[in-house]
């Protein structure tokens, strides 16, 4: 079974940090690039950082530079988001997914061709 399972989220105050980890399970992650998404309460899920594990170039949304790092281990089939330096604004649901491609457009990361979606964990950052 194709499988993507996000976890590593939790409540936390702000200028704190966490790790998300995605473990795929059914498919090699090495094939497609990770991207993390999230939505937060009433808004869209948005773009926020991608890692192509073809060439292992990562690319991040202007929002979460500088903050967040986007890595993965092949041969572990688990992918990673750090997130550092965390302010409320991050509080959202964060999923990982398998997809052909990131793509910045505009303001907008986008994930094209999306392979797989993971279940989501929450992420709470408190003031």
């Known amino acids: 079974e194709v499988q993507l399972q996000a976890s590593g989220g939790g409540s936390v105050r702000a200028g704190s940090s966490l790790r998300l980890s995605c473990t795929a399970s059914?498919?090699?992650?090495?094939?497609?690039?990770i991207g993390w998404f999230r939505q937060a309460p009433g808004k869209e899920r948005e773009g926020v950082s991608c890692?192509?594990?073809?060439?292992?170039?990562?690319i991040d949304h202007d929002s979460v530079k500088g903050r967040f790092t986007a890595s993965s281990d092949v041969a572990k089939n688990t992918a990673w988001l750090r997130m550092d330096s965390l302010k409320p604004e991050d509080t959202a649901v964060y999923y990982c997914?398998?997809?052909?491609?990131?793509?910045?457009?505009?303001?907008?990361?986008?994930?094209?061709?999306?392979?797989?979606w993971g279940k989501g964990t929450q992420v709470t950052v408190s003031s």
């Open positions: 059914g498919f090699s992650i090495g094939d497609w690039t």
């Open positions: 997914a398998a997809v052909r491609e990131c793509k910045v457009v505009g303001d907008t990361l986008l994930g094209l061709g999306v392979y797989n």
């Open positions: 890692i192509n594990n073809s060439v292992g170039s990562t």
